[in-house]
């Protein structure tokens, strides 16, 4: 038996739902990006900071210049570099050796790795549903 065509009604209602999850998946999108660009910044940070612990034996004994904020920077003396105040969440900062700084870093960094990967393949997936819809869109307005 030949499938009919489907009535405008039912046509209409298609589009309605198909706008519906195109809405839905084109916000998890725009939410999915900014994350994105948010752990892509903080990845940055933490690479800085590895990069600065890796070279604290450059900075031990000079002077470096320490941001006040507010365009304010202020010179001040570098000893020798032997521990590392470490935010471990929750508001805990924790004193660390330049060896455990050095690892709480790099895990840092491979944890944040693995979440902008898991976000990118997330948007992906959300772009591809997005592909898809648009697809049906189309071709229910073309019958």
């Known amino acids: ?19 519906y999850l195109q809405n839905i998946y084109s916000q998890q999108y725009e939410f999915l ?48 570099m032997e521990k590392v ?12 050796s330049l060896e455990e700084a050095k690892e709480f870093a790099k895990s840092n960094e491979r944890r944040s790795e693995e979440g902008l990967r898991k976000l990118i393949s997330d948007k992906q997936k959300v772009e591809k549903e997005l592909m898809d819809i648009s697809y049906k869109l189309s071709s229910v307005r073309q019958r």
């Open 33 to 80: 990006e900014n994350e994105i660009a948010t752990y892509s910044l903080a990845l940055n940070s933490m690479r800085r900071n590895s990069e600065l612990i890796e070279n604290t034996s450059r900075l031990s004994n000079s002077k470096i210049l320490v941001n006040g904020e507010a365009g304010m920077y202020f010179e001040a003396g570098v000893g020798i």
């Open 1 to 19: 038996m030949a499938e009919s065509a489907p009535t405008n009604k039912e046509a209409e209602e298609a589009v309605a739902q198909l706008r």
């Open 85 to 96: 105040i470490a935010y471990v969440g929750a508001g805990y900062l924790v004193e660390k």
